[in-house]
């Protein structure tokens, strides 16, 4: 079974900083990965797809990157509404498998 | 627009049958999959399975002794059933529509 490993587990960053998190899976996923971003409380929201595409109406802020089995999700000039999980998960071939998540705090 | 929400039991007992609906609204079923993700208290995410445009299905091999998904397409619901529960199944059960469209969830305890 594939298994996706997120890092790091949690990360601080002050607002207008660039943060970076990192999803990598165990084989070969081509680009069939997405992001999400949760809030407590919240359902998971689509952020990026195939690997590098924005979803519809997410700030330009967020771009994601990466092809196999490094992914990368990049967060310029940081918000203080970013403060959230962030999943990477395999798509369009089953086991649709979700990353462990990172935790993304505001000082 | 399009909508999920998920119905079921707040409290199931141990060993019990888990029965939960997802009911779609501006979605085909017969053009779209429907996936179940659930989420424990406090820990990440979990898919568990999906139905398929086509009816067939896939499941998380963890789980997949325990689990079924089926639907009613005529009434545009989606089913999940998971026998011999367990504390540990306590969770957060959300349907979703490929990563787009997600439910606000359903909280299920498992507890006597």
């Known amino acids: 079974n594939i298994v996706m490993t997120q890092s790091p587990k949690s990360m601080s960053i002050s607002v207008g900083d660039r943060v970076t998190m990192n999803c990598k899976a165990s084989q070969n996923v081509y680009n069939n990965i997405a992001w999400y971003q949760q809030k407590p409380g919240q359902s998971p929201k689509l952020l990026i797809y195939y690997a590098s595409n924005r979803y519809n109406g997410v700030p330009d802020r967020f771009t994601g990157s990466g092809y196999g089995t490094d992914f990368t999700l990049t967060i310029n000039s940081v918000q203080a509404e970013d403060a959230a999980f962030y999943y990477c998960q395999r798509i369009y071939n089953s086991p649709f498998t979700f990353g462990s998540g990172t935790k993304l705090e505001i000082k | 627009q399009v909508q999920l929400k998920e119905s079921g039991p707040g409290l199931v007992q141990p060993s019990q049958t888990l029965s939960l609906t997802c009911t779609v609204s501006g979605l085909s079923l017969t053009s779209n999959s429907v996936s179940w993700i659930r989420q424990p208290p406090g820990k990440g995410l979990e898919w568990m399975g999906v139905?398929?445009?086509?009816?067939?299905?896939d499941y998380n091999s963890a789980i997949k002794s325990r689990l079924s998904i089926s639907r009613d397409t005529s009434k545009s619901q989606v089913f999940l059933k998971m026998n011999s529960l367990q504390t540990e199944d306590t969770a957060m059960y959300f349907c979703?529509?490929?990563?787009?469209?997600w439910g606000q969830g359903v909280m299920v305890t498992v507890s006597s």
């Open positions: 139905i398929w445009s086509n009816g067939g299905t």
């Open positions: 979703a529509s490929k990563g787009d469209y």
